[in-house]
């Protein structure tokens, strides 16, 4: 926990890698994800660099494996993760995996090709058998529309009144969708002069057009030498079933059939040979029946061969692409190394954290062991501002989450994250407190965390479920200070409970007063009076008392108590901020900010809104009990206070209140042109100092963390933009803008000071928030379940009533105050850590250390 308060110290490396096992160095970089590579080659083409052949082979690789992958995922078949971990292969295996998937992905093609093949040739002969089997049934439709026509046979029996006539047939199959315009289109080209019988077959036949489409789209850039661009693929219904009509036409003449094959040809007819005698269509129908079931067994043994080549595939192929991933991972990043003079070794750089310098050598030497050169590593100087590397757990990630969503902190500048652990559930608390909300909240992360562990768990894809995932920890933290503040507001779903008895006694008032039934009668409302001795006890041990939520006035009185606790909460929020900034300013070396910056803010801040949360408090702890009517307003004193002037009908609350007033308006008004010029004005007159001394009288200060050779003006090179023009750059002095300086340091003044006002208005939204819920919670109670209550005492049946109205109200009450409630909470406290909170110490303006590492190349 020690780097999140700071960053942890980051270096800067160089890593001479001897030639022959560059590969296998990088490789176990990546195996520990322990440096972020800096590129040397920005001038340089991504396709003139030394290793860019091998990036493409691996590249044409990885379409080879998405072409497998698709195609064992259209079998209906999944891939298996990869058990373990793989390390990256060597280059002379690269050949060996690119021959193997070669040789599968053409196995693949040649059986997909081979059972398209026969599928075709089944489908047609299933049609054939159909058409031929159309002969021994009464034809469908004839061209005589009598009773008697459509009842005889489409052939007559040898000796009829035609057997002259010479009939000729076209026999075969169509779409059923393209079957009524076929026969209306033969009708009127041949004006009649043809007889056709059009029916549905027996049965339904798969349709192979559409295996072959799906197979266009799967495999047609794999046609040629090797895979080609791949796109995304989506299957089509494959084999789909469907029933197809079959046609028998019998015509006279030759002209008549020309016409009727053009016409068949148009709409894609299957046409098959069709023998005039019954006796022939039999041996034909024997035949085809025969040639189908032959076909029936070679189609099946393909497709045994093919679940063999899948089982391969699904077999080879997970670990396949975790390597080639990996192998390509470490090209991209020798791609960033330079070579040597000698040719001998690559040159890298890259920042690594200053800890894990012991195991990143050990790592290279016990890589480069078998070369028989060693690996070396050791720091240089930079004067650039390092990378931020905070590491978190499963419990901090969440928050640093929050941290980083504002943005990345500079490096070793004070981290708000240890500090967002506490007070981001605790302001969230403040303005969702409810015991029964909270408790649920607090249950629901609970159960997450508890099964954290679980491979169900973790790799759910929906993507609501891994937002609530990710930060289950910080919900189970609101949760439980929402029970907190539930308490203190002693609201439990909108009802109070009384854990301890109330500090105020009906009874004694009743007995000590003139409550006779009369006055009862004409007084809908009872008053209690804390000057009545007995009536008021003491207040109540912990949180509100329960006596007002039954009184009328309880809006007015939590309104009064939760808008001043916002001001306290908020003033005390932003001090703390403030004074979060000292620590980098005393880390940085920028020791004149502590008294030209923190000083004049922190005077600023607390000699007018700390004087009002002392106010508060002080009127908290008097007792106006017996003067009510005269006790004096905060509000109304604050006021005067800027106008330098007094109300004679609002009492002071001290001696001397006004004299105290003008001194602290004044006090915090003398600030502002400190906070204003104070900075400006001594970088100048350092600057000046520096400059008559000349930059051999500068003596560079000592590197407090040991890593930079850095002095201290280019430490403060890292600090806000007005101090950017006294960093050197390149060992020379930079030039100094005073201009630019007192720009910066009034845009900085003018928003701390305006944005105390506004940002001690902006925490009020906790009060907004907290009144807000409340009040829903009390609106769901009454128009739910009082409502349902009531329903079940006049039916008689309260336990069947309870049973739909408990079901809606606890379904508006996950649905409302827990999701949307809960989210509009979440969203405040978001913005008061960020706007409000985080804008007095920390800028946000770094980057993230991203170092080199195979662990998304194995997810």
């Known amino acids: 926990m020690g780097s999140m308060f700071r960053s942890e110290e980051v270096v800067l490396v160089q890593l001479f890698l001897p030639t022959s096992a560059a590969y296998t160095c990088v490789s176990q970089l990546g195996e520990l994800g322990l440096v972020e590579f800096r590129d040397l080659n920005a001038s340089v083409s991504a396709f003139q660099r030394r290793f860019v052949g091998d990036v493409r082979r691996c590249e044409e690789l990885e379409k080879t494996f998405l072409f497998l992958q698709e195609e064992v995922r259209r079998a209906g078949q999944v891939l298996s993760r990869p058990e373990g971990r793989l390390p990256a292969p060597p280059p002379r295996d690269l050949l060996r995996i690119q021959e193997e998937t070669d040789r599968l992905a053409q196995e693949l093609r040649d059986v997909r090709g081979n059972q398209q093949s026969l ?8 049609l054939h058998a159909a058409v031929l089997g159309q002969g021994h049934s009464p034809p469908l439709a004839a061209t005589h529309a009598d009773g008697p026509s459509e009842r005889m046979p489409l052939l007559q029996p040898p000796g009829g009144p035609h ?36 029916r549905e077959t027996e049965q339904q036949l798969e349709d192979p057009v559409t295996v072959r489409a799906g197979e266009a789209r799967a495999g047609g850039a794999s046609r040629g030498g090797g895979p080609g661009p791949q796109v995304q693929w989506a299957p089509l219904p494959q084999g789909e079933p469907s029933t197809w009509m079959t046609f028998l036409i019998s015509y006279w003449g030759e002209q008549i059939g020309q016409k009727i094959r ?69 090209y991209l990043a020798l791609n960033q190394c330079s070579v040597s003079a000698t040719h001998k070794c690559l040159i890298a750089e890259g920042w690594c954290a200053a800890r894990d310098l012991p195991t990143l050598q050990q790592a290279l030497q016990d890589s480069s062991s078998e070369a028989g050169v060693s690996a070396v590593v050791h720091r240089i100087p930079c004067r650039g501002m390092p990378p931020t590397l905070i590491r978190t757990n499963c419990f901090t990630a969440s928050f640093q989450g929050i941290v980083d969503a504002y943005g990345v902190g500079r490096y070793q500048e004070v981290n708000p994250a240890p500090y967002t652990i506490i007070t981001f559930p605790f302001l969230f608390a403040v303005m969702f407190g409810d015991v029964g909300h909270g408790l649920l909240m607090f249950l629901f992360a609970l159960a997450m965390v ?15 479920w891994q937002t609530f995932f990710s930060g289950r920890y910080l919900l189970l933290l609101m949760g439980l200070f929402s029970v907190y503040t539930g308490f203190i507001y002693n609201e439990c779903f909108s009802r109070a409970t009384a854990v301890f008895s109330s500090g105020w006694s009906v009874a004694a008032m009743a007995t000590q007063s003139d409550w006779s039934d009369a006055f009862l009668a004409q007084h809908p409302l009872l008053a209690l009076d804390p000057n009545v001795s007995g009536v008021f006890l003491g207040p109540y041990p ?31 929020h932003m001090t703390f901020g403030v004074v979060l900034g000292v620590f980098n300013h005393v880390h940085f ?74 001194a602290l308006v004044i006090l915090a008004l003398v600030m502002v042109p400190v906070l204003l010029l104070g900075t400006p004005l001594f970088l100048h007159w350092r600057h000046r100092s520096r400059s008559q001394r000349g930059p051999a009288g500068r003596q560079p200060d000592e590197d407090k963390s040991g890593i930079l050779d850095s002095s201290d003006a280019s430490v403060a090179g ?18 100094f803008v005073l201009s630019e300086v007192l720009m910066h340091q009034a845009i900085h003044t003018i928003e701390f000071c305006l944005g105390c006002i506004s940002n001690t208005a902006s925490y009020l939204r906790l009060w907004a928030l907290s009144l807000a819920h409340a009040q829903l919670s009390e609106v769901l109670w009454a128009m739910v379940m009082r409502s349902g209550l009531g329903l079940g005492r006049k039916l008689g049946v309260a336990a069947v009533a309870l049973v739909p109205v408990f079901a809606a109200f606890a379904v508006l009450t996950v649905a409302i105050l827990l999701v949307m409630e809960g989210l509009s909470a979440f969203l405040h406290a978001l913005r008061l850590h960020w706007v409000e909170f985080q804008n007095k110490f920390y800028s946000g303006t770094g980057y993230k250390l991203n170092p080199f590492t195979f662990a998304s190349e194995e997810g």
């Open 163 to 198: 057997q002259d006539l010479r009939v000729n047939f076209v026999a075969g199959a169509v779409e059923p969708s393209k079957a009524a315009a076929l026969e209306r289109l033969l009708w009127r080209a041949c004006r009649g002069f043809l007889i056709a019988s059009f």
């Open 589 to 662: 070396g920028q020791w004149h900010r502590l008294l030209l910056e923190t000083l004049p803010e922190l005077v600023f801040l607390l000699g007018l809104f700390g004087y009002l949360v002392f106010l508060i408090v002080y009127k908290w702890l008097q007792d106006y009990a017996a003067r009510a009517a005269s006790a004096p307003s905060i509000l109304i004193h604050f006021i005067n206070m800027f106008l330098f002037s007094r109300s004679p009908t609002n009492q002071p609350l001290f001696h001397g209140q006004e004299a105290v007033q003008s």
């Open 718 to 735: 890292w600090g806000p933009d007005e101090e950017k023009a006294g960093c050197p750059e390149d060992g020379e002095e930079a030039e």
């Open 542 to 572: 912990f949180g509100i008392d329960p006596i007002w939520s039954l009184a009328v006035n309880h809006l007015s009185f939590l309104n009064s108590f939760k808008m001043k606790m916002s001001v306290i909460l908020g003033v005390t």
């Open 119 to 126: 599928q075709v040739q089944l489908h047609q002969l299933r």
């Open 262 to 330: 053009k016409i068949t040809d148009c709409f894609h007819c299957h046409i098959f040979p069709y023998a005039e005698h019954e006796e022939g269509r039999l041996g034909a129908l024997q035949q085809v029946q025969q040639r189908s079931h032959e076909l029936q067994e070679v189609l099946g043994e393909t497709e045994r061969f093919l679940s063999q080549v899948l089982a391969r595939v699904q077999q080879l192929l997970p670990p396949w692409q975790v390597q080639i991933r990996k192998m390509k991972a470490v």
């Open 450 to 464: 508890l099964t954290e562990n679980r491979p169900a768990v973790k790799s759910a894809q929906n993507e609501i």
